[in-house]
């Protein structure tokens, strides 16, 4: 190849990335002018891989706690006090299963594999909420998850439905429809409990004495230990942070908590009227940190029915593949026959 070839070519190489750095540039300058006018990004729609990933990351841990959720409540199943209480409760487990099935769509039209986001999940690649990492003692625990962990998930939800990706956001809509009602079951349930006797009262204090401080340590760690906030935020993936949910939950619950007649286990617990708000004091970060890291005290035992569950399901999944094969052969071989139109 001569110098002038060499030349040419390294000038058409040039301007080639040039023309293909204008054309991403362009496509970021759109991406970002959709998010700032507060519309949606859609799966077609070019995206930034770490607007890509984060989503993936968030829907999938949303996704996983859906479905690891079903077990502290689904102990209870067989257990329920009557007829009614295991209709509700069965019909509670189904909602989660289902919140989950429609995360896990969310985040296939990212580009992920849901057998993918199991696998990382088993193995421990992937988290799912800290809150279902401990037990459920008494059918008071029950009444309790609705109270505190379904309205912990609308305060931290709700304004999801605003989410700049339009699948996210859509799948939220439905789920933020039936964790309200989860709530509102739940806390019935306690209500019904406190009208009985002193010991179902006692059962009930106790539930909200354990399930507090787990509750406001769902919301994540404070805003100045939090590594994506600031991000996530700009793509408006998320709206508010930790801090703004978790003091949003407190004000929300205090009175609900003096309605039904228990004391929220927090000395320091009072209404600033300067702040407009209610003071309340630091959960133990090192607790959920351990939480997270694997020592809680059920995270074995949820893995492993999960793992289990997954592992017990095999043929399920390898019989529904074997009948799409066999379903999609077949329509092929119908176009075949009819051969081209007209």
Same mark, same amino acid.
């Given at each position: 190849?001569?110098?002038?070839?060499?030349?040419?070519?390294?000038?058409?190489?040039?301007?080639?990335?040039?023309?293909?750095?204008?054309?991403?540039?362009?496509?970021?300058?759109?991406?970002?002018?959709?998010?700032?006018?507060?519309?949606?990004?859609?799966?077609?729609?070019?995206?930034?891989?770490?607007?890509?990933?984060?989503?993936?990351?968030?829907?999938?841990?949303?996704?996983? @706690?859906?479905?690891? $959720?079903?077990?502290?409540?689904?102990?209870?199943?067989?257990?329920?006090? @009557?007829?009614?209480?295991?209709?509700?409760?069965?019909?509670?487990?189904?909602?989660?299963?289902?919140?989950?099935?429609?995360?896990?769509?969310?985040?296939?039209?990212? $580009?992920?594999?849901?057998?993918?986001?199991?696998?990382?999940?088993?193995?421990?690649?992937?988290?799912?909420?800290?809150?279902?990492?401990?037990?459920?003692?008494?059918?008071?625990?029950?009444?309790?998850?609705?109270?505190?962990?379904?309205?912990?998930?609308?305060?931290?939800?709700?304004?999801?439905?605003?989410? @700049?990706?339009?699948?996210?956001?859509?799948?939220?809509?439905?789920?933020?429809?039936? &964790?309200?009602?989860?709530?509102?079951?739940?806390?019935?349930?306690?209500?019904?409990?406190?009208?009985?006797?002193?010991?179902?009262?006692?059962?009930?204090?106790?539930?909200?004495?354990?399930?507090?401080?787990?509750?406001?340590?769902?919301?994540?760690?404070?805003?100045?230990?939090?590594?994506?906030?600031?991000?996530?935020?700009?793509?408006?993936?998320?709206?508010?942070?930790?801090?703004?949910?978790?003091?949003?939950?407190?004000?929300?619950?205090?009175?609900?908590?003096?309605?039904?007649?228990?004391?929220?286990?927090?000395?320091?617990?009072?209404?600033?009227?300067?702040?407009?708000?209610?003071?309340?004091?630091?959960?133990?970060?090192?607790?959920?940190?351990?939480?997270?890291?694997?020592?809680?005290?059920?995270?074995?035992?949820?893995?492993?029915?999960?793992?289990?569950?997954?592992?017990? $399901?095999?043929?399920?999944?390898?019989?529904?593949?074997?009948?799409?094969?066999?379903?999609?052969?077949? &329509?092929? $071989?119908?176009?075949?026959? &009819?051969?081209?139109?007209?």
């Amino acid at each position: 190849m001569s110098n002038v070839e060499v030349e040419n070519d390294a000038q058409h190489h040039a301007q080639h990335h040039a023309q293909s750095g204008t054309g991403e540039r362009r496509l970021q300058a759109h991406f970002d002018r959709t998010i700032s006018h507060n519309q949606r990004i859609e799966p077609r729609d070019w995206m930034p891989e770490g607007y890509r990933k984060t989503l993936i990351r968030q829907i999938a841990q949303h996704a996983h @706690s859906e479905i690891i $959720g079903m077990q502290p409540e689904g102990e209870w199943i067989t257990r329920a006090p @009557s007829l009614r209480r295991k209709a509700i409760l069965f019909a509670k487990v189904q909602d989660e299963a289902g919140h989950g099935l429609y995360l896990y769509s969310a985040a296939e039209t990212l $580009g992920a594999d849901r057998a993918d986001l199991t696998e990382r999940l088993i193995e421990g690649r992937q988290k799912y909420s800290s809150i279902f990492n401990y037990p459920t003692l008494n059918f008071a625990d029950v009444g309790v998850i609705g109270w505190f962990v379904d309205g912990a998930a609308i305060c931290n939800q709700v304004p999801l439905c605003r989410s @700049s990706y339009g699948p996210y956001a859509r799948a939220m809509v439905r789920i933020c429809k039936e &964790e309200s009602f989860h709530q509102r079951q739940g806390y019935e349930l306690l209500m019904t409990m406190m009208r009985g006797t002193e010991a179902q009262r006692q059962m009930v204090q106790d539930a909200v004495d354990r399930w507090w401080w787990p509750s406001l340590m769902m919301f994540g760690p404070p805003d100045s230990e939090s590594s994506h906030t600031v991000q996530s935020m700009a793509w408006r993936i998320k709206l508010h942070t930790n801090d703004e949910l978790r003091q949003r939950f407190v004000d929300m619950t205090v009175p609900q908590a003096e309605k039904l007649g228990v004391v929220l286990p927090d000395p320091q617990l009072r209404w600033n009227n300067e702040r407009g708000h209610h003071d309340f004091s630091t959960p133990d970060w090192s607790e959920l940190k351990r939480v997270i890291d694997g020592d809680g005290p059920c995270n074995a035992q949820r893995m492993a029915r999960r793992r289990a569950a997954h592992e017990e $399901g095999a043929w399920v999944r390898e019989a529904a593949g074997a009948y799409a094969a066999k379903q999609a052969a077949h &329509e092929a $071989g119908k176009k075949r026959q &009819e051969g081209p139109a007209g």
